[in-house]
């Protein structure tokens, strides 16, 4: 049946982005639009005690300005996303805290860049000049910017509202931890530091608003993995249940999680154009992005783990401290609630012990980022297993092997409560050292040692919970796709999901054209319009491979099964005796075209007289495809499962580190993947290879740094280093196939694994480079002035070299 | 991402550039490439009235290449500089290859970035250790200002609000000896600016010893400056490991930097004898490669 799924097809996509095609957010022209500028906060912490717009309002083209009361007395607090109630939780953990946020900032601020005031003008040059003109009064308050200092007892609370600065905390706990700990011939015990970084697509964010009021129909583009949440978020924030809102996503130039939020300004634009009856754009500068759209990773853990001498965990015992920033909706909680559930990663912990506090500072929001949480818990845990190895005097290659679950274990029930859904984690081990020639680069590394050269082997095992849902909150756990056969024979597909340079529509294509029994070029997919199908939970956590492609092979197998119907009925012989490729329809017994879809198609539009008994027109079927694998409700020990599927990786690199001044040369990348069935080699490689370039900029080079008084030091791309093609290595990509069993297809998902591993792996060698030297690496970045740090403060700098 | 509002002039001529510095003096500001001053007026940290865009003045652009000095014009751009000096001046190319990307040395300056003053370009230490020479025009006339002496801060020069530099002057090598040169910086990615940066060059006699070395820094103090000291102590040298590692360590009690998100005061000084160490070293290699090469 495959002809397409499987094969390495160029992506259809391709086709605008190279010409400069495409329309994202910045090339809609809405007829009549103003634009919005927005007037953001320089201080990190301060009350606003007057916003005084009569100097932009004075300005050439300025048509309106609002500011945080005009919005507080027109709107509500921002809806909590990703929750659909403010009290999500029915048990005790996790516990979640909101805050009233508005579009614009009311009476205090809480991180430098947030919305202060809006201007709005004809032209968006004048604009940016009248959002200059607002003057606005502050009061600075003692700002808390570091995430430890923000849980001390009497330190200055963002929300007095709220007894500490603690929004989310989860707390769980299996078996006899403390005990076993103390019995543990070997513990480790490490606190460890991940900086804050974020997704930095290309292509910023932007909000239109334009009302048709005869409607009363809102009509919203925003450059949002989340389509179809906004118009419930908006309705809500706006407390306008006359309105009718549409949502449109328009092909994005990347999102990574950082789209994946509910934004002021989507709240803003809708308000200015309710208020002025105009269509109302704000285009995010790069500048703006870097201080409103949302950050993260940011974390302290404390970790203490409990070896036999065999080398098997006994317990393992996690404090995780999430930075969230400000508590804007931004999903930003999720990252403590991942970390802390999956640090035991891809190994057999039964007795495992977390708390886990998402915390507020004064620094832009947290919110998710492409291997949101699992980049944090897994470089945990494998930083756990390098010194555990160590310790123990086994390699680190053994100490995995022996963690690692088995085979026969799956489908494995995770201490925290989710099911690992299929893999042969010591085959993906041993695969990957086979390909590296592992014996041969540690005998490299020690001749290199010989000669005084620093060379290491880095050693990973990655594993990455992806397709994510949440009860009473927008990700809810299943994807809807339509696939429709029109009167001439050609298949439209309308999905859920945004066009976020994912190659949606290539691999959409190759699965309904294979399911359907088309050909590849008569499918056309639809996606980032929340008009188009009923409801989604958007494009985030890897998922479309899982939930959105199956939904899609579901409705297309309906979809054919009324083909072959009609066919049979027409050929007076039964469906079974039929098949469908290629838009032909043949028997399988007898040669030559008995039918084509297009003639199928025409008899169930136009002929409906020649249709089967009781068969209604038409050829479409809509699936909602419910994410497998998965739990709401809490099990005997209080636990859900969220997470669909389980893919893995063992990354494995050989490094160089240059002592003198700390920068380290990748000398091999090396990667096996288990991401289910592949739906197209060429596509996951590309996406293999990027995601592990964003993991090396955040292992080595992006940075979001903070001075004491709150403020962004990194906020343009001077200062926040993205790699590029010269800080890459050349990577070595390998597969293995586990099929995912709960899916029809066996595929799981590929977004974000590749992203995990450059920090984990190269910290691993870096460590393993300097192991003569006694360096340990339990921080990040990277970066070389951090390692010499480290080398300094073992030997001193005498190397000149 | 959107500049203040400035009026925009491109003169046509050298004396109209000068009529409009003279008219709108510290209002006005000179673009050429453009490649720091339009990020600049992005992010508003500059608000110039007025925009004098250089970009026609055709006599400042071109190399003359002569027996005892190489003339370039202010708007030599960058890979120009990087293409077409590797033989006569393969300091001040490598240095050029080291900026930014193609595009932007496409479009940046000679002019434009000696004037930029950036206290981590990478021009001004190959321009001091090559003892250039810069011109400067006013309506007033024309001086020459030596290198050492243009730069007086960061981002700031020695020129008069009226005046504007239209080309630099480099001496030849001097055909008794011959010479290598390294410039080598530390930085956190492929052509980013200098976290250290070094530019060396180092002259050999008939007999392999050291004539003359010249070590230069950028991105270490409040401008690049010439090390002295660092050069004056290799004269004379057979250029031994020892004698450039005290070179080094001269150039590098010299070193007065500052901290920001790139890296720590504390880390550029520790870093400045290394890179010194390792350009002087390339310096070294390449004159003894020559050297050997002569009859």
Redesign the interface.
Known sequence: MATYVGKSIKRKESFDSIQGKNTYIGDVEVPGMLHAAIHRSPHAHARVTRVDLSEALAQPGVVAAMSGQDVRRLSRPLAPFPFTRTKPYTSDYPRVRFADHYGLAVDRVRHVGEAVAVVVSEDRYAAADAAEAVRVEYEPLPPVVDVEAALERGTVRLYEEWPDNIQYEFRFSEGPVEELLEEAPVVIRERIVQHRYTGTPMEPRGVIASVDQRDNLLTLWSSTQVPHALPNLVLETLGRADLKIRVISPTMGGGFGIKWAFYPEEVLMPLLSLQLNRPVGWRESRSEHMVASHHSRAQVDHVEAGFDRAGRITALKTHVIVDLGAAYPSGGTSLAFVTANFIPGPYRVDNYATTSFGVVTNKTAAGPHRANGKAESNFIMERVMDRAALELGLGKDEIRRRNLIQPHEFPYTCVTGSTYDSGDYPACLRKALAEADYAGLLADRDRCRLEGRYRGVGLAFLLEPLSSLRPNAYNAGYETVTVRVDPVGKAWVFSGDVNMSMSHMTTLSQVVADELGVRFEDVQVFEGDSALVSASSGSYASRFSTVTISAAIKASRAVRTKILAIAAHSLRTHPEALECTGGMILGRDKPGVALTVKEVANIAYYSINQLPGNMDPGLHDTHYFINPNTSFEPDAKGRTSNFSTFPYAVNLAYVEVDVATGDTQILKYLTVDDSGNLLNPMIVDTQITGAISHGIGGAFLEELVYDEQGQLLSGTFADYLIPSMAEMPDLEIHHMVTPMPFTPGGFKGVGEIGAIGPPVVLASAIEDALAPLGVKIMSLPLKPENIWRAIHEKRGTGDKR | ??P??FEYRAPESLPETLALLREHGDEARLMAGGQSLL?MLK??LVRPAVIVDIGRLQELDGIREEANTVRLGALVTERTLERKLEQRLPLLSEAAASIG?IHIRNLGTLGGTLCQADPSGDLAPAALALEATLTAQSTDGSRAIAAHEFFSGPFDTCLADDEMVTGVEVPAADPESVRGHGYIK?A??????AVVGAAALVSLGPDGSCRDGRVALCAVGPTAFLCEAAGRSLQGTRLTDADL?EA??LAGNEADPVS?????AE?RR??T??VV??ALTRARERARASHAQRP
């Open positions: 991402m959107i203040p509002p990020p992010l508003r990307d530390l956190r990615r492929a052509g980013d600016y590692a080094a360590d920001d998100v790139h890296a720590s880390y520790a870093m004898p290394v160490n390792r």
